[in-house]
C-alpha cells in the first residue's frame, strides 16, 4: 500500500459509492491504528487506500468531510446496538434506570463514535461545505428522531418530545464527558494524586448518572 493505483474513473453510481465505502473503510484503520490521533490527512489517505489524492477529492472535499461519514456509520450503528441492548431485562427494560444504561453502556462501547463526538464541534465542523453539513445533520437528526421514538415505545408515560430533549442534551455530554475520562498522559498522573478524586471521570458511569438525573426530571414533569 505504498503507491497510489491508477483507478480507471468511476462512472456508475455503484462504482463510485464503492470507492467511497472503500475510502471510509481506510479511514477507519487508520484511526485504528493510531486511538490517540484524530488528525487524518488527505495526502495519507490517499496513500493508504492506495488512490491518488485527486482521486480521493472526488468523494471528499476534506478530511473532517471523511470523519464526518464515519461518524455518521458510527451513530447508526450504535443505534442498532442500542435497540439489543433496550431490549434485554425482561420488565425491568420499561425503567428509566435500564434506558439510562443501555444508552451509556451502548455508547461507551464504541470509543471511536466518543472520540469523534467529542471533536465535533470544535474540528470537524469547520472545513466543510454548507451542502455537507446539511446533510451531516439530517443524518443525525434522524438518528436523534428515532432513538426519541426507542424510548418512548419503552416506557410510553414519557412523551416522545421529553426524549427528544434528552437525546439532545446527551450529545454535550458525550463531547464533554469523553475528553474529561480520557486525559492527557500529565493530568492523569496528577489527579491520581491523593485529594484530586473528585477530578477524576468515568465515562460510562457518569454518563449513566447524567442521562439518569436528566430522565428523572422528564419523568416527574410528565
Not at 474513473?9 to 486511538?35: C, F, N
Not at 469523534?116 to 470544535?122: D, G
Not at 408515560?157 to 455530554?173: C, D, I, K, S
Request: include cysteine.
Amino acid at each position: 500500500m505504498n503507491s497510489p493505483t491508477s483507478y480507471v474513473r468511476a462512472r456508475s453510481a455503484e462504482q463510485k459509492e464503492e470507492r467511497r465505502r472503500h475510502l471510509l473503510a481506510t479511514a477507519r484503520e487508520m484511526l485504528r491504528q493510531s486511538p490517540t490521533v484524530l488528525d487524518l490527512g488527505i495526502n495519507e489517505l490517499a496513500r493508504q487506500a492506495q488512490m491518488t489524492k485527486s482521486n480521493v477529492y472526488r468523494y471528499f472535499e476534506s478530511s473532517e468531510a471523511v470523519l464526518m461519514d464515519v461518524l455518521v456509520e458510527e451513530f447508526v450503528g450504535w443505534h442498532a446496538e442500542l435497540g439489543v441492548e433496550l431490549a434485554r431485562g425482561g420488565k425491568r427494560s420499561s425503567t428509566i434506570e435500564h434506558i439510562a444504561r443501555a444508552f451509556s453502556s451502548s455508547i461507551a462501547a464504541r470509543p471511536l463514535l466518543c472520540r469523534l463526538t467529542s471533536i465535533l464541534p470544535s474540528i470537524l465542523e469547520r472545513n466543510v461545505s454548507f451542502e455537507r453539513m446539511v446533510e451531516f445533520k439530517r443524518n443525525l437528526h434522524a438518528v436523534r428522531q428515532q432513538t426519541a421514538q426507542d424510548f418512548h415505545a419503552r416506557l410510553p408515560t414519557v412523551p416522545v418530545q421529553a426524549f427528544e430533549g434528552l437525546v439532545r442534551h446527551a450529545l454535550p455530554l458525550i463531547i464533554g464527558l469523553w475528553p474529561l475520562s480520557n486525559p492527557a498522559e500529565v493530568s492523569a498522573q496528577v489527579i491520581e494524586q491523593p485529594g484530586l478524586e473528585s477530578l477524576r471521570y468515568d465515562f460510562e458511569q457518569d454518563l449513566e448518572h447524567a442521562l439518569l438525573v436528566l430522565m428523572r426530571g422528564l419523568a416527574t414533569k410528565a
